[in-house]
């Protein structure tokens, strides 16, 4: 199953620098891991925000809630899920 993810994230400014920076190095071990294994096909930056659009490929939408829940960064992350459908029009 595909979806289309959007992460916005709000670390808060009293978080101290080097607990940001802890939890920032621990989201992105944690997402290579689940690009590396195909879940997390793809990670897209939005211009100008503390942003992101991503695809998933799980097997189910508690996979996925798992995956997103599991995000060191979590607590700090407003997410908007959008499950896909293949479209009739596309080639591939």
Same mark, same amino acid.
């Given at each position: 199953?595909? *979806?289309? @993810?959007?992460?916005? @994230?709000?670390? #808060?400014?009293?978080?101290?620098? %080097?607990?940001? %920076?802890?939890?920032?190095?621990? $989201?992105?071990?944690?997402?290579?891991?689940?690009? !590396?294994? &195909? !879940?997390?096909?793809?990670?897209? !930056?939005? @211009? &100008? $925000?503390?942003?992101?659009?991503?695809? *998933?490929?799980? /097997? /189910?939408?508690?996979?996925? =809630?798992?995956?997103?829940?599991?995000?060191?960064?979590?607590? *700090?992350?407003?997410?908007?899920?959008? #499950?896909?459908?293949? =479209? #009739?029009?596309?080639?591939?």
């Amino acid at each position: 199953m595909l *979806f289309l @993810v959007r992460m916005d @994230v709000n670390i #808060p400014r009293d978080l101290p620098v %080097n607990e940001a %920076n802890e939890i920032k190095a621990r $989201e992105k071990a944690y997402s290579q891991d689940l690009q !590396r294994d &195909g !879940r997390w096909q793809s990670i897209w !930056r939005v @211009v &100008g $925000e503390y942003a992101n659009y991503s695809i *998933f490929n799980v /097997s /189910s939408n508690d996979e996925l =809630h798992q995956l997103l829940q599991g995000l060191p960064l979590f607590p *700090f992350m407003k997410i908007d899920v959008t #499950p896909l459908a293949t =479209h #009739p029009s596309a080639i591939a």
